[in-house]
């Protein structure tokens, strides 16, 4: 027998119901929530809501939140209550925006908005001064607001499949970062200012314009991974890259180039380099 739970969403006039169907849906729901006031952790992924449920905001210790893969189309005011929120997911969902005042959220460090209808990064994001991870992929964001440079403490930043047309020189305040994805934007090219990310693992810029490799490409002494396929690129970076001993990964399909670029020679432990036409699948550079 199927059950319904049906949770009135927590604000002004009639919204609509929320509706959570499945076999012995409202004591599963009870259930998550007794278990995150044991774990701090509230997972609500694919319930098939449209509102938040009203008891989520009275969980004041929880640490973390997935409201992912739902149909979500606004964020309640009230859950700016959860004070000791840190990681918050609400990824797939039809979120346009969300309220100015989660700007007060100042203890979230990992967020994911990935999959929703952005057309820029929310205001209240941007006062996330503690962000340390942040995906805003597959939305239709168009820029970058400077207050964005603002956040000294990020490692992680995912913005592929957006409309994004450039990157300032204000990245160099990015020090911290270890993973940088924006493939799938207009960018034509990445700024000196990149020299500054002295802790990047990892860059993928597949699937952009970008016609050449920024001189300060071979400074980056960390990067493993360096994905840049479906690009404009004729070259190599035409420079030693003689640091970046712990490149072991690099993907330069579909571009302009027709030989493997001499520079990579000299990275002894690079394993993967399968760019196009065939002499230049080469996988040992001895």
Known sequence: MVSYL???????GAPPEIVLRGMNAVEYFHHLLEESRQTGFLNLRC????NVPKQVPGLSGLTGLSLAVNYI????????ALVNLKTLDCSYNSLPDIPECFRAMTTLTDVTMS????????TAILQWSNIRRLQLDNNEIKELPFEVYRWTSLQELR???NQIRWLPPDVRNWKCLRSLWIEQ???????PEISNWAQLQELRIGVNGLEEFPEEFGTLQELEVFVAHCNQLKQGPGLPLDKLEKLS???LTDNKLTKVPPEWVVLTNLQVMPPEPADMQQRNFQ
Not at 115 to 122: E, G, L, R, W
Not at 185 to 191: A, I, Y
């Open 115 to 122: 999959y929703n209808f952005f057309s820029f990064i929310p």
């Open 6 to 12: 049906r949770l009135m969403y927590e604000g002004r």
């Open 47 to 50: 319930r098939s809501l449209e």
């Open 185 to 191: 934007n207009l960018l034509s090219t990445l700024p």
């Open 73 to 80: 189309h606004t964020l309640p005011d009230s859950l700016t």
């Open 249 to 251: 990964t690099v993907i």
């Open 159 to 161: 913005l592929s499949n």
